[in-house]
Nanobody, 122 residues
């Protein structure tokens, strides 16, 4: 069982990135999935979540209107489209999966990826 994030990188303010979270060993649409981030010296922040089968989504106030979470079951992958990026969006982005959406709300999950670095330059 594994989650692998990709798509991070260096981008200028106002730019876009799309992160991918590829699952192996389980069907990702049976799980709720969340994206979290951690900036240097700060705690882990919940960014966006999607319920199993993609029926509902949740966004932190800081990213509403700029980020979009989506799920493609046939690719067993969850995406995070990030637009109008700001320097405050800099951090390591992790995806996590759990059968219980409530666990993600409390930044807990059964499975975690290794993270991908996103750096937004001013």
């Amino acid at each position: 069982v594994q989650l692998v994030e990709s798509g991070g990188g260096l981008v200028q303010t106002g730019g876009s990135l799309r992160l991918s979270c590829a699952a192996s060993g389980f069907a990702i649409d049976d799980y709720s999935v969340g994206w979290f981030r951690q900036a240097p010296g700060k705690g882990r922040e919940r960014v966006a979540c999607i319920t199993n089968s993609g029926t509902s989504t949740y966004y932190a106030d800081s990213v509403k209107g700029r980020f979009t979470i989506s799920m493609t079951a046939r690719k067993n992958t969850v995406y995070l489209q990030m637009d109008t990026l700001k320097p405050d969006d800099t951090g390591v982005y992790y995806c996590a999966a759990d059968v219980r959406f409530g666990k993600l709300y409390y930044s807990e999950a059964e499975y975690w990826g290794q993270g991908t670095q996103v750096t937004v330059s001013s």
